[in-house]
């Protein structure tokens, strides 16, 4: 079954304290895995997007991987403005086909 | 005015009324989408239009009703909802047909309340 888990499903962190956020995919025809923002009451705000295995992109303190199996977005030495949710969406086979996952609640603490 | 555009912003409505969603993107893109998103659930694709066919419904009850008049508008009809699709239903765009698996760009989303 085409499948998309985050993990986890929320943290919380301290000012300043580094960590990662999973995204893990069982999907056959991989078309690209993009990672979004959202804020309460507001649409997703698209972040990046990947394309194969081993590719990297950085804005500011996230930094997004892929392997053939996950996604790993990695948030350095984050601030308040960081809280929001973050989610992981991915396309495959057609462009038609995309599948959300369900999202990691991010709260850091000043 | 830039981005993707949705009106009403919040919408209450009873299980009879008849009321629409609107979307309106600025982006110059060939094709938008509906989504549904509930507390606690993934995003759920609803309909899916390419160069103003729709090219997606997946499994969507008959009283949703897309409407795609044109590449930069889009439209979501209700009639006789139930209180389970209140919901933040969010619109998005995307230029189709440039790469592999292209960007989609989303509105703040309608609130709906079902009463």
């Known amino acids: 079954e085409d499948q998309v888990t985050q993990s986890p499903e929320a943290l919380r962190l301290q000012e300043g304290e580094s960590s990662s956020l999973n995204c893990s995919y069982t999907?056959?025809?991989?078309?690209?895995l993009f990672w979004y923002r959202q804020d309460p009451g507001k649409g997703p705000e698209f972040l990046f997007t990947?394309?194969?295995a081993g590719e990297e992109k950085e804005k500011e303190r996230l930094k997004a991987t892929l392997t053939k199996k996950e996604s790993f977005l990695h948030i350095t030495a984050p601030k308040p403005e960081d809280s929001a949710t973050y989610l992981c969406?991915?396309?495959?086979?057609?462009?038609?086909?995309?599948?959300f996952g369900s999202g990691t609640r991010l709260s850091i603490r000043p | 005015e830039t981005g993707v555009t949705q009106t009403p912003r919040h919408l209450v409505m009873g299980m009879t009324n008849k009321k629409s969603l609107k979307c309106e993107q600025h982006?110059?893109?060939?094709?938008m989408y509906w989504y549904k998103q509930s507390a606690k659930k993934p995003l759920e694709l609803m309909f899916v239009?390419?160069?103003?066919?729709?090219?997606e419904n997946n499994s969507v009850p008959s009283r949703f009703s897309p409407e795609c008049p044109n590449s930069s508008h889009l439209f979501l009809h209700l009639h006789t909802l139930q209180p389970e699709d209140s919901a933040l239903y969010l619109c998005?765009?995307?230029?189709?047909?440039?790469?592999?698996?292209?960007?989609?760009?989303f509105g703040a989303g309608t609130r709906l309340s079902v009463l």
């Open positions: 969406a991915v396309r495959y086979s057609s462009a038609s086909k995309i599948i």
């Open positions: 998005a765009s995307s230029q189709e047909g440039g790469g592999p698996g292209n960007i989609q760009y």
């Open positions: 990947l394309y194969s």
């Open positions: 239009y390419n160069f103003k066919e729709q090219t």
């Open positions: 982006l110059g893109h060939n094709a």
């Open positions: 999907v056959s025809g991989l078309r690209g």
